[in-house]
């Protein structure tokens, strides 16, 4: 085994992104460190004062190819793979004349940059690199004996390290080969990605490409679901409006469940153009309403189910304002998101300081499209986003009573909010504000009544003279199998039904919406959310 702390005699440099380079070099040069470099690195050092030995000079070859051919030659790749306690390695050092370089500081061409911008297909295949990773590689590889930088943030604490031990230790340098290895695994992803969606491969194209996910860790979670399970957050798309890139402005960090119901809020709230609130619990909406203003939007989503509210996630599609950040606060809730928030809405919640308030910046896209994954035994489910948007102009209308104009408002509302309630789903809605909803029951009957009961129950915990439900419209996100859930909403006092149709009983089903005397429009669309 090698020495644990080992000094650093020669370093090759080579970097796309020179953010602290003079700092680093400065670092090494007066730890006495001879540097070498390629190219445009070697041309920064020079011109900063550094004495710099070009690549070129070590293998006795000119870099070639615009560059494309320069470090991949023995008298580097030797330098850096020889094991310094091998008699055979060091014997093949000596005999080729190849001196070992104890470090290499390489960062990569900006491939993941330069495809963000659309560009064209050889600009984007001449941002591939080729001599870095295989550089990186084979750091990390010997790491026993070499120490690998693959980012600028990484420089602060190499300068510590050799400013405390004159050297890098194993478990230093054991760190940074697994960063190196994750650096170029990322690297090689962001490739295989871009060539999958833009190189054409005609006839051998596979029908179903291998899935690869990258995504590096960026938060260790005290636990998750419950105390005894470990939870992490990976990132995959940090460009987004998200939980992940949202600004914390107050309260504790976020839990696993925080950020798994935030995120269904999220999702929930992006479907709405006019000012809406929404109230989760537990990943299901207990209470969504748009209105003319935010505060009169919390105020109908909150009386849809005021007893699940408490401790539950608000979200907003609009700037937080005052008036609506006083009427948050008279409840405990775990987590408010919005893409902005007054300077007085923050001071008001501030006086609340367990509430985290988390500000997006701007709303994401309801109908962008991604994979959405679900881990199985031994393997993985994938299936796209469900974006699907029904208007008024796709329902088909099957019964002899047409809805109204208000009717078919609040039927592509609770249609859009169905999309987010766990399967069996049931909602009602009345006048853009959901009256009830029914959730995550087995039977479809059971989330109809189940719904029916809570509106019961909140018009008796107010004082109203009805439950909400009457006059309502009612969203089902799957046909009904049979007339008993349809019959249940009209029990409890709906108007007007929209649900996918395309049972074997449909028949039934619109027969007995006539003989209620009630519309009812099919989409030919099922919202399943399990």
Known sequence: MPDSILPIRRALISVSDKTGLIILANALSSAGIILLSTGGTAKALREAGFDVTDVSEVTGFPEIMDGRVKTLHPSIHGGLLAKRDSQAHMGAINEHHIEPIDL?????????????????????????????????????????????ITDPEQYPALIEELSVSSGTSLAYRRALAQKAFARTSSYDHAINSWMASHLETGEYAKSEPDLQINAPAIQTLRYGENPHQSATIYATDLSVPSVLTAKQIQGKPLSYNNVNDTDAALKLISEFSNPTVAIIKHANPCGVASADTLSDAWKAAYHCDSVSAFGGIIATNRILDEETASLITSIFSEVVIAPDATSKACDILSSKPNIRLLLTGSMPNPEKPFNQVRTILGGLLVQSRDTAIVTEDTLSLVTKRQPTKSEIADML????????????????????????????????????????????????????????????????????????????????????????????RDDAVIQAADDAGIAMAFTSIRHFNH
């Open 104 to 148: 290499l500081v390489v960062n990569l061409y900006p491939f993941e940059q330069v495809v963000a911008g659309n560009p064209t297909n050889q600009t984007a295949i001449e941002n591939i690199d080729i001599g870095g990773p295989a550089m990186i590689r084979a750091s990390a590889k010997n790491h026993d004996f070499v120490t690998v």
């Open 413 to 504: 509302f609770a249609w859009r909010v169905a999309k987010h309630v766990k399967s069996n789903a049931i909602i009602y809605v009345k006048e853009q504000s959901t009256a009830a909803i029914g959730a995550g029951q087995m039977s479809r009957l059971d989330s109809s009544r189940i719904a029916a009961q809570k509106a019961k129950d909140m018009a008796q915990e107010h004082g109203w003279e009805k439950p909400r439900t009457v006059g309502s419209v009612v969203a089902s996100d799957a046909f009904f199998p049979f007339p008993d859930g349809l019959l249940a909403a009209v029990d409890a006092g709906a108007t007007a039904v929209i649900q996918p149709g395309g049972s074997m």
